[in-house]
Structure formats: C-alpha cells, structure tokens
C-alpha cells in the first residue's frame, strides 16, 4: 500500500548536535527536492542513494542554508517510498524554516510514528520490529539496546510466524472435518492434533517466561532506598549516579519526595530511587513524602535497606524488613568513616549486607557488585537469547495460550469439530497481533501514538 500524500518531518532531535536532518517521504518527495535544493554541480540526473553537497533555498532563489541532500528512490527506502532528506545546520530557526517551505509547497507535517507505520504498512518490517525501532531509540542501557536491535532484525517475529504456521496447519486439519460435523464423525489422530498444539502451547509458554528478564532489561530495574533518617540515602543515591542530584543536609528529614534517577550498573538500566526517611512525625509534608516511600515498596525489586554504622537497629528498621517481603533486601550498613574499626558488621551478624561511607567511598564499589549479582542472577546472558520485553506481545502471547488451552480441553470432551475451530482461530488472531498480521486500525494508532515525531 502506497500512500497518495507526502510527509514531512524533522528526523533529528532539536538542537544539540551539529547536524539537523528533514525527511520528506510519499510521491512528492522528489519534487521537493528538484525544487528547493540547489547542487553546487548540477548533474545530469541526481542519482538515487547519492549525497549532494548545495544550497537549500526558497522557491523564490533565497538562499536559506548550505546542505548536504539525498534522494532515495523506493522501494530501496525505510518506508519503501520516495524519500529525500536534508542534512542542515541544526538550528531551530533554520529548520523551522525550511519545514514551513516544504509543508507550504504542499507537504503534510508527519504524525507521530508515522514513518514507520508506513514501513509497516507498506510491508518493510512487521510490527513487533517497528515497534522495536522506538525501543532501540528510547533504550536506557547496552543491554536493553542489544534485545531491541534483536527484535528489529526480526528473530523474535520469525519465532512468532513459525508458532502461527504450526497453528494454521492445525485448523486446517480441523476445519476438513467441519462439513462432516453432523454426523458426529470424530476427529482423526485427534491425539496428534492435541500433542501438536499442546507443543506450541509450551513453547510459547517459554517465550512468555522470559517477560519478567526482559522487562527489567527494558524498562529498568526498579531499586529503592530506605531507612530512618539522615542514615545518608540521598548521600547514597549521588555516590551511584556520580552527581549531587539529591539535596543532603544534617537535617533529619530533608527528603521529602521520592526521587528517580536513571543509571545503569554493569550494563544493566536500573531505576533507583530515594526516599523520605521513615519515622514518626506531625510534619504533614514529611507524612506524605514517608507515604510515598512506603507506596514505592511494592514495586521495589531490590531494597538497599540503610542504617548508620555504630548506632541500634531499631525497630522501624525491622518493620520496615518485614513489608520489603516480595523483593530481595541488602542491608546497607553507612557512615562507617565514623566507628573506630572502620567495620560496621557488628551490627548485623549473619545477614546479607555492604558496609559502605558515602564520605569517603568507602565499600561503594563492593555494594555496586553486589547490585551487580542481583541483577545477572538467573539472567546471565539473557540478551543473547530471545526475549520478550514488551507488555503487548505478552498479552496477545497470554491470550494465544489461553485459547490453545481451552482448544485442548474442547478435545478432551469430546467437542465438534467447528467448536474446536474458534477457539484456534482466536488464538492465531491473538498471536498474528505480534507481529501485525492480524490487527485493527486502533491498535495500531494506539502503538504509534506513543513514537515521536520524525520516528
Ligand atoms: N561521616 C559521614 N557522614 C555521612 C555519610 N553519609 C552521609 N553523611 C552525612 O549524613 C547527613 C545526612 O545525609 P543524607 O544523605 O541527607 O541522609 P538521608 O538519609 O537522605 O536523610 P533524610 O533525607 O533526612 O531521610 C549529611 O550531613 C551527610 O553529609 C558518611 O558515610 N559518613
Ligand atoms: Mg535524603
């Protein structure tokens, strides 16, 4: 499907860099560009695929910048149509200048996502790789970086087309029995139908397993910081990420919100998070900032539960042990520049913990390895293998082992042949819906509506 209109839009982020790119794409691209570049030479014919160094300038001759511009013809394109792009000087005055010249010159200001929506559209990646495109862009670390650039090169849609043949050679084993239904004629080799879509249940079963890994790989792994105050979490937070991000006084108290910060750890993304340090108080701006650390626990993977070097454990430390049980906890163990020995494991025998100083940076390294273990654990490697990161492949995936489950209870009571068919076909909908083959025109919009523009 080619599209009649052309589209327009910047393909590089405002500012910052040197070089601001503008991409036309559609019917009229070519025309954009014999009409407003101007080639220091002029060839006899601008070849497809080939950089000219020249001038933008207005239909009226102005010169507006000197750029370097490309043609590259379709089908050889990202969305398989005409497109040219122009490399200028990246500056929000020149390039909203030359936007407003080619959407005056009868261009349409491209919606969000919409370049690679026609590359799906037009057959050049499926969805699950299109979708993989804004997660390589948006990815937080070299792991998550590695699993989308898998997902682009299309390993995981050729795992996904491969469960929806093996599905369709099912149903169409099913389905020439259809017309003899009536006469209750039974299924032959039910039992090998049964084992085959059994076999791809489990498989995709596996695929589905791998979310929780893939998920922490993407999104990040969310670690909190907690503990009384003024044991030095906000100290903690900027030793991690290397800058004075959060505010540390002497003053019990001082945070009030909790604070993200995005880092990563031996390649792994993470999300750290300080808190409010927790302790009784009239303070009704404190109460809502210690509300909101006690909020953050249920979506902490990983604690770092903090106490001062030389003082008790006290007993809102234990409390707060108790509520972290669906995450893994490592006693943080701070401030020990301030006790004689330097060592501060007197205080917690037996348990899991790191003495550190934030002071002096004392025990930072060892704690980051420790972080480390927790999060290769079980997932050494893991962006080597197939992943799925994405919540919506997982659905439809869910949906697809779902319905193969009631397909085989179907055959175990016995039931017809058509009635056995809908549930198959519902879970070949649901597992095309990954990679796009089978899907709705809102689905889509809603995938896309989260790109930026010029993606
Ligand atoms: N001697 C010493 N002082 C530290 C260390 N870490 C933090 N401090 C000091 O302890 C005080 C409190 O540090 P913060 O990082 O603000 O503590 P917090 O836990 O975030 O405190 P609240 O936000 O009030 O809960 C500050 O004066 C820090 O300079 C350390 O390792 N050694
Ligand atoms: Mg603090």
Redesign the pocket.
């Known amino acids: 499907m080619i599209n009649e209109d052309t589209i327009v839009a910047p393909a590089t982020a405002a500012g910052g860099g040197g070089v601001g790119i503008i991409r036309v794409s559609g019917p009229d691209a070519e025309r954009q560009f014999l009409e407003l570049f101007r080639p220091t030479f002029q060839p006899e014919q601008f070849k497809t695929h080939h950089f000219y160094y020249g001038h933008f300038c207005r239909p009226d001759g102005e010169i507006l910048d000197e750029v370097m511009a490309v043609i590259m013809r379709g089908p050889r394109s990202f969305t398989t149509e005409d497109t040219v792009e122009f490399h200028c000087h990246n500056s929000i005055v020149i390039l909203r200048q030359i936007l407003n010249i080619i959407i005056n010159n009868g261009v349409r200001m491209a919606d969000p996502g919409e370049f690679t929506k026609r590359a799906f559209l037009n057959g050049r990646v499926d969805l699950c790789q299109a979708e993989a495109v804004a997660d390589l862009i948006a990815a937080k670390s070299e792991k998550a970086g590695k699993v989308a650039l898998q997902q682009l090169s299309g390993r995981l849609s050729a795992s996904i087309k491969e469960y929806r043949k093996r599905l369709l050679h099912i149903l169409a084993l099913v389905e020439t029995h259809i017309d003899f239904s009536e006469e209750d004629i039974e299924l032959p080799d039910v039992v090998g139908l049964a084992n085959d879509a059994r076999k791809v249940k489990d498989d995709i079963s596996l695929l589905v397993q791998t979310y929780a890994t893939g998920r922490l790989l993407q999104e990040g792994t969310h670690i909190l910081?907690l503990?009384?105050?003024?044991?030095?979490?906000?100290?903690?937070?900027?030793r991690l990420v290397g800058s004075d991000r959060?505010?540390?006084?002497?003053?019990?108290?001082?945070?009030?919100d909790s604070l993200e910060e995005q880092h990563q750890i031996g390649g792994f993304p993470i999300k750290l998070i300080?808190?409010?340090?927790?302790r009784k108080t009239d303070d009704p701006i404190e109460t809502e900032g210690i509300k909101r650390a006690y909020d953050r626990i249920e979506k902490a993977d990983l604690v770092l539960l903090?106490v001062e070097a030389g003082s008790e454990i006290k007993e809102t430390d234990r409390r707060l042990l108790d509520l972290c049980q669906n995450s893994e906890v490592i006693w943080v163990v701070?401030?020990?520049?301030?006790v004689r020995n330097g060592k501060g494991d007197d205080l917690l025998p037996g348990m899991d913990s790191v003495e550190?100083?934030?002071?002096?940076g004392?025990g930072i390294e060892a704690l980051e390895v420790r972080i480390k273990q927790h999060l290769e654990s079980g997932r050494e490697g893991a962006e080597e293998s197939l992943v799925l990161y994405n919540a919506r492949h997982c659905a439809s995936l869910q949906g697809t082992i779902d319905a193969l489950g009631l397909f085989l209870e179907g055959i175990e009571q016995g039931l017809s042949p058509d009635l056995l068919a809908i549930e198959l076909r519902q879970a070949i909908q649901y597992v095309g819906e990954v990679t796009g083959e089978s899907v709705t025109e809102e689905m889509l919009d809603v995938i896309f509506s989260h790109f930026c523009i010029g993606k």
């Open positions: 910081i503990g009384a105050p003024n044991v030095g979490k906000s100290s903690l937070l900027n959060a505010i540390v006084t002497d003053i019990p108290g001082t945070t009030r300080d808190t409010a340090g927790i903090m701070n401030k020990v520049d301030r550190i100083s934030c002071k002096t004392q």
